[in-house]
């Protein structure tokens, strides 16, 4: 609900690194911290009228993979798809591409190459 309470949270709890974050696809703002092997992207909706105070909800999960095309066949041998045929880049410059969500049980999942 409080993105800087959340970045807040993660750096002092974790001492992870802010690395950046800005407006977000849905219209509210995000942002990435790193600490130890993971990194969260943490989401503030342009509306948090529904949201609880006190509770990080989850909204998606990225798996990193070395190259986002050459992993698609395998998930798509699996029975997997993608709501796209390409990633996109997002705003620290990270490959991503989104399963669909009707082959995940309903979990929202990307791929995502990291930067050089």
Same mark, same amino acid.
């Not at 703002?29 to 992207?41: D, L």
């Not at 948090?48 to 095309?69: I, K, N, W």
């Not at 989104?98 to 930067?115: I, Q, V, W």
């Given at each position: 609900?409080?993105?800087?309470?959340?970045?807040?949270? !993660? &750096?002092?709890?974790f001492e992870g690194e802010h690395?950046?974050?800005g407006a977000?696809?849905?219209?509210?703002?995000?942002a990435f911290v790193n600490f130890g092997q993971v990194q969260v992207e943490l989401i503030e909706p342009a509306d948090t009228a529904g949201m609880s105070d006190d509770v990080h909800d989850m909204d998606?999960?990225? !798996? &990193?993979v070395g190259d986002v095309?050459?992993?698609m066949g395998g998930c798509q041998a699996r029975?997997?798809?993608f709501v796209a045929d390409?990633?996109?880049?997002n705003s620290v410059r990270q490959q991503v591409l989104y399963f669909d969500t009707e082959t995940t049980l309903g979990s929202r999942m990307h791929l995502t190459r990291l930067p050089d």
């Amino acid at each position: 609900k409080n993105l800087d309470k959340a970045i807040a949270w !993660y &750096v002092d709890n974790f001492e992870g690194e802010h690395i950046g974050g800005g407006a977000s696809r849905s219209g509210g703002r995000n942002a990435f911290v790193n600490f130890g092997q993971v990194q969260v992207e943490l989401i503030e909706p342009a509306d948090t009228a529904g949201m609880s105070d006190d509770v990080h909800d989850m909204d998606h999960v990225g !798996y &990193v993979v070395g190259d986002v095309l050459s992993c698609m066949g395998g998930c798509q041998a699996r029975g997997l798809k993608f709501v796209a045929d390409a990633p996109n880049t997002n705003s620290v410059r990270q490959q991503v591409l989104y399963f669909d969500t009707e082959t995940t049980l309903g979990s929202r999942m990307h791929l995502t190459r990291l930067p050089d």
